[in-house]
């Protein structure tokens, strides 16, 4: 691991990377919320449906980040982060995605196929419409919601600096530890008869 600026660039566009993984599930998975939901409730569907998503991305996002922030703090490889690199890494992976996003304005379609042009854009910022929806109906929701990405790939960032774990603090598996050890326990005098 290095500090090359290339070497950054690389690790900012897997945050874009993963933004494109999430798009794909959502345009996969997307034809079963079509089928479900009738159409008056599809619109309702589709924004569930990207909520979900956008928790898919965002563990993806963040499990990165963290991975990133503490791998760069070892002391073998000399690179010294600062906690807020993440940041940094987060808008490195929203600039190809805003540009692709700024082609909405750049291309010029018949007045009969705007409604087409505006679906493909909210298509893109799939994994964010619902926030998108909440935000406002206009297009510029959908550029603005992209800002998200950085603050989860910080945030994702600042946790593997410090070392701060979500599933150590909940201790998840503390829990399963302990019902195992139990299990054991009960199975252990049952064989001695």
């Known amino acids: 691991m290095d500090n090359k600026v290339w070497s950054q ?3 900012g566009l897997k945050i874009a990377g993963d933004y494109l993984v999430a798009l794909f599930i959502f345009g996969i998975f997307s034809s079963i919320i079509f089928s479900i939901f009738k159409e008056d409730k599809l619109l309702t569907g589709i924004t569930v449906f990207s909520f979900i998503i956008f928790l898919v991305m965002s563990s993806m996002m963040y499990t990165s980040m963290s991975d990133t922030a503490f791998r760069e703090k070892r ?12 940041f940094m890494y987060g808008f490195i992976g929203i600039t190809p995605l805003f540009l692709v996003q700024l082609l909405y304005y750049l291309i010029n379609v018949p007045e009969e196929f705007l409604v087409l042009k505006r679906r493909i854009l909210q298509a893109f910022s799939a994994p964010l419409y619902w926030l998108a929806s909440i ?15 950085p603050i989860i790939a910080g945030l994702g960032y600042l946790s593997g600096y410090h070392e701060f774990y979500i599933i150590k603090k909940l201790k998840i598996f503390d829990k399963l530890r302990k019902k195992q050890e139990e299990r054991r326990k009960q199975q252990q005098p049952q064989k001695r008869k």
């Open 9 to 11: 660039i690389k690790r």
């Open 75 to 86: 002391p073998q490889y000399d690179i010294n982060p600062s906690p807020f690199k993440g």
């Open 135 to 149: 935000i406002s109906h206009d297009e510029w929701a959908y550029h603005v919601v992209l800002l998200v990405i």
